[in-house]
């Protein structure tokens, strides 16, 4: 996978889903992973979040009623002695439309994989969250990884441009003209 | 276990678990179909939903698209995402379809799911649109 291999992580499941849970174990396992937790309910993997160290997280976004959510910022705003915040979290959903995916977004995921997902994506979604990690921020308001990309995670991204003003600049050129 | 499996070995060993977890739903499918239903006729909306989202997830995962469409259209209507309020008959003749179409897992037929779909689908796009 890169920097970090599979096989010394810890990734724990919270999917009440056993079909999918059971998949994504078997997915993870092929893919090297030797420890990985299973919870079927959100109690249960908050106590894990408190007792274990774990490398990442995936959680069912439908899981108890749309708890899912909760559970994150959890993560994101209360200190455990065994993992820190910025816990890289992957959401699992089915439902992918767009007013969910900003309340994922604004919980403080750190990537949100949509079902069906294959085993590429999987490895895509896993490596990026550990192996490519956004600045960590922590405001009033949102406590997660930057929900915006940056450019060396992303080849096709040009915001940069805009940020050093090039962009203002050239367009106040046109507006002059 | 190799801990040293190159992306190639990786996805392909999951490929072969995927495809053995996909011939243990097609297994259950009847099953969980048959607890929708009864989900659906006790008129537990929660658990409809839940088991709904739960069906759509797998079937979509799996292969079994038609099924996905109608849980996925199920699921919305029991969580009150729709244009017009659905008809019982409508909901019944979905619940029907799938029960065909799951009948048999080890031989499906594609040819009388895709007529079954293609009757019921005005319904399903009369209460939503967008399915």
Not at chain 1, 15 to 33: H, Q
Not at chain 1, 52 to 77: N, P, Q
Not at chain 1, 128 to 136: G, K, V
Not at chain 2, 27 to 37: S, V, Y
């Amino acid at each position: 996978m890169g920097k970090t291999e599979i096989s010394d992580l810890t990734i724990l499941i919270a999917d009440k889903n056993s079909f999918i849970a059971k998949t994504l174990f078997s997915i993870l396992e092929a893919f090297g992973a030797k420890r990985i937790i299973l919870c079927d309910d959100l109690d249960d993997a908050e106590k894990k979040f408190h007792n274990v160290e774990i490398d990442c997280i995936f959680v069912d976004f439908m899981m108890d009623k749309r708890a899912g959510l909760d559970f994150i910022r959890k993560i994101r705003t209360k200190p455990s002695t065994k993992n820190d915040p910025e816990l890289p979290i992957i959401l699992e959903t089915g439902v992918t439309d767009i007013d969910s995916v900003i309340l994922a977004r604004d919980a403080g995921v750190t990537e949100i994989i949509s079902k069906p997902f294959s085993p590429a994506q999987v490895l895509q979604k896993l490596d990026s969250a550990i192996n490519r990690r956004r600045e960590f921020i922590q405001t009033d308001d949102f406590i997660g990884p930057n929900r915006r990309r940056h450019k060396e995670n992303n080849s096709e991204w040009a915001g940069d441009n805009d940020r050093r003003g090039t962009n203002r600049e050239t367009q106040k050129k046109a507006m002059d003209h | 276990m190799n801990e040293h499996l190159n992306k190639e070995q990786m996805l392909a060993r999951a490929n072969n678990a995927v495809e053995k977890a996909g011939l243990e739903f097609s297994g259950e499918l009847k099953k969980r179909i048959r607890e929708l239903e009864i989900a659906i006729h006790q008129n537990n909306r929660q658990e409809a939903v839940l088991m709904a989202y739960n069906l759509e997830s797998e079937a979509s995962t799996f292969g079994w698209p038609r099924v996905t469409r109608i849980c996925k259209w199920l699921r919305k209507i029991f969580s009150g995402e729709f244009d017009l309020a659905p008809e019982a008959e409508e909901v019944l003749d979905a619940l029907n379809a799938l029960k065909v179409m799951v009948s048999n897992p080890e031989e499906r037929n594609e040819q009388r799911d895709a007529a079954l779909f293609e009757k019921i689908y005005p319904s399903l796009k009369r209460v939503i649109s967008e399915i």
